[in-house]
């Protein structure tokens, strides 16, 4: 039975995470996109009054909005490259998510044993376990992925594929730059843990209500669904504005050639020269993929696990 429990967890969050990834890359393109630190700024010149009083004129930069840079990409590289990346997305995405939702379950089952059953430390110690395990498997396979958004050739040029760029990467950096950004991602351990832990406050507070309804059914209807889907939006749109930063050195650490090499002189790079604005590029296409990414993939999770679960 634990068995079948495990592999019913795998294939719905393999599925789940298929389905998501599909319908939101062309916005992960924009989003890694704005993060990397080769944007080019539009040139802008600022006025300064200097000490005497008069203006001294200093140039600067502004950095490009979401639309800005998706014309960018249409007009020069074509709608195609909207999707590069995606097909080691798809490779990873379903084993990822496969492992992660098979870990959280497990993970779960080994904390309840420890702490109080469903607390909220039982639900961020075992996404904070899942997403160590995933992320430490799956990094070599985003690695890719990110190389090939930051890839940029015009129209007709060949781009690489994901296989090329693999063999690329072992060349130039060997195994270790297959686990450049590994360290960001850990860090970003702290966003999942903070979205579990209110999507499961969140999902126990709907469970409550439904039982507490005057026909008090258990049968999930598709509203059921609709409110687990709202529930994972808002617990993925708060858990990304609060642990966004990780996202930003992650690119930046994963980019070619970079002069960024570890977690926090990354971080001290950014702010110095860009100031910390610069950990928030990128968010609003974060926030416009994540959120109804989160709410996809959790809710055709939950309900292939309902559905598959009651049928054994």
């Known amino acids: 039975m634990a068995q079948k429990d495990t592999l019913l967890h795998l294939f719905a969050g393999g599925c789940s995470g298929t ?6 890359c062309p916005l992960e393109v924009l989003k890694t996109r704005l993060q990397s630190s080769g944007l080019t700024l539009r040139p802008v010149f600022q006025v300064q009054l200097g000490l005497s009083g008069t203006g001294v004129i200093r140039p600067g930069g502004v950095t490009p909005g979401l639309l800005q840079v998706l014309r960018s990409i249409l007009e020069k590289e074509g709608p195609r490259s909207l999707f590069r990346g995606l097909g080691p997305n798809l490779v990873g995405v379903a084993p990822s998510r496969a492992i992660y939702f098979a870990a959280y379950s497990k993970s779960k089952e080994l904390f309840n044993g420890l702490f109080v059953p469903n607390s909220g430390l039982v639900h961020m110690s075992s996404a904070g376990a899942a997403a160590f395990v995933t992320n430490s498997l799956m990094n070599p396979i985003w ?31 060997g ?5 450049r950004g590994l360290t960001a991602s850990y860090a970003g351990i702290s966003e999942t843990m903070i979205c579990f832990l209110i999507y499961e406050t969140l999902k126990k507070q709907l469970a409550k209500r439904q039982f507490s309804s005057p026909n008090g059914e258990k049968e999930k209807g598709a509203s059921d669904f609709l409110s687990l889907m709202m529930a994972a939006a808002f617990s993925k749109g708060c858990a990304s504005c609060i642990a966004y930063p990780h996202e930003v050195i992650r690119t930046r650490l994963r980019e070619e050639g970079s002069k ?31 959120i109804p990414n989160t709410a996809i993939v ?15």
């Open 19 to 24: 389905v998501g990834a599909i319908m939101t």
């Open 260 to 290: 960024y090499k570890y977690f926090f002189q990354t971080g001290r790079l950014i702010a110095v020269e860009e100031g910390y604005a610069a950990f928030y590029r990128g968010l609003v296409p974060q926030l416009i993929r994540q």
């Open 143 to 173: 690695m890719v992925k990110t190389r090939m958004q930051l890839e940029k050739k015009a129209r007709g040029e060949k781009k690489m594929n994901a296989l090329q760029c693999a063999r690329y990467v072992y060349k130039t950096e």
């Open 298 to 312: 959790l809710s055709t999770y939950e309900l292939i696990v309902h559905l598959l679960g009651d049928s054994k």
């Open 175 to 179: 195994v270790r730059g297959f686990y």
